[in-house]
């Protein structure tokens, strides 16, 4: 009698692992990410801004979304563009923090994947250390260093670069404030000199950099973002950097300057919104909630927009050999 039990037992349970399994299957197959382009030979990865906020605004929203795009795209990892915890980061690695806005909210399947985080302004209100820390307890948050590189080599032997820099201790825009002590604490010549060697030694085909501060903006900050510009885009364009990604802004944005060789990306949209305008470098700028989506190839590096509501919003080509 046990043993028949036992044997009932178990076969339900097969039973409804295989229906729940067939259940999660039909969900992502029928609620795809409609137009967005899939494919299967680039490397993707996923961008997200601006988000910590215990689930409150878009957070849950875009969160759901980027697992759709992380199933669609079989994402390789996440980057995200900093202020990861809001208001005034996390004060340790024990924070409720941790759990409440990030492992409670992005714990759908496709987003434990490798997580490539950066420092916001509001990080460093906090203990921006212990989110370095937190990478010793958490097999998916990966931040060595307040600003650190990874490298990859496609299966054609495409080369790509990732830069992941800390921009407050480079904005000068932070030299009299109190709230950033720390970050001015960290100095600005060390990482300048090691963003600028990484640029200069490498071979890679393409170049990205990831970092908080935008260099423009079509947002909220429109005309205030020249302190750190004058610092990091004079190494960009020298180097032919492909492409920044930036957060800061509470938005979607894509801005391109006349004669630069650098395309201006502003994924912050991860969880509050503010307004944005048009410019005469606007390409793209919406206020909603969402992320970025990067797929690379050897030719071409593709950047698309999805909102909270799972619409692809915008998609833009770098293709090789037409930048200036």
Do not use: C
């Not at 137009?35 to 875009?62: I, S």
């Amino acid at each position: 009698m046990l043993k028949t039990s036992f044997l009932f037992f178990s076969l339900l349970l097969s039973v409804t692992t295989l229906a729940n399994t067939v259940t999660n299957d039909n969900w992502y197959q029928h609620n795809q990410i409609d137009m967005l382009a899939v494919d299967e030979d680039a490397y993707h990865f996923l961008v997200l801004g601006d988000w910590g906020r215990n689930g409150h605004f878009y957070q849950r929203d875009v969160a759901k979304w980027m697992d759709m795009a992380s199933w669609q795209l079989d994402a390789e990892f996440i980057a995200t563009t900093g202020d990861n915890f809001y208001d005034n980061g996390v004060a340790s690695v024990s924070d409720p923090y941790w759990q409440s806005a990030f492992e409670e909210v992005y714990h759908y399947p496709h987003l434990f994947i490798d997580w490539f985080p950066t420092l916001g302004n509001h990080d460093y209100r906090g203990n921006w250390q212990a989110q370095i820390d937190y990478s010793q307890r958490s097999r998916r948050w990966e931040m060595p260093a307040p600003y650190y590189k990874k490298s990859v080599t496609l299966d054609d032997g495409t080369r790509l670069l990732l830069l992941f820099i800390d921009t407050s201790p480079l904005n000068p825009a932070y030299d009299n404030e109190a709230k950033y002590a720390a970050a001015r604490a960290q100095g600005q010549q060390q990482q300048l000199r090691w963003l600028e060697t990484s640029l200069a030694n490498t071979d890679a085909d393409w170049k990205v950099v990831i970092g908080h501060h935008p260099l423009y903006s079509s947002g909220k900050r429109y005309g205030k973002t020249s302190e750190i510009r004058d610092v990091l885009e004079p190494i960009f364009e020298k180097y032919r950097v492909d492409a920044y990604f930036a957060g800061h802004e509470h938005d979607m944005q894509h801005n391109r300057v006349a004669g630069k060789h650098v395309e201006h990306f502003i994924s912050g949209g991860g969880s509050e919104v503010r307004p944005v305008s048009s410019y005469d470098f606007t390409q793209f700028a919406r206020s909603t909630g969402g992320f970025a989506t990067v797929s690379v190839r050897k030719a071409t590096l593709d950047v698309q927009f999805v909102d909270h509501n799972g619409k692809k919003i915008y998609h833009y080509t770098i293709a090789k050999g037409n930048q200036p």
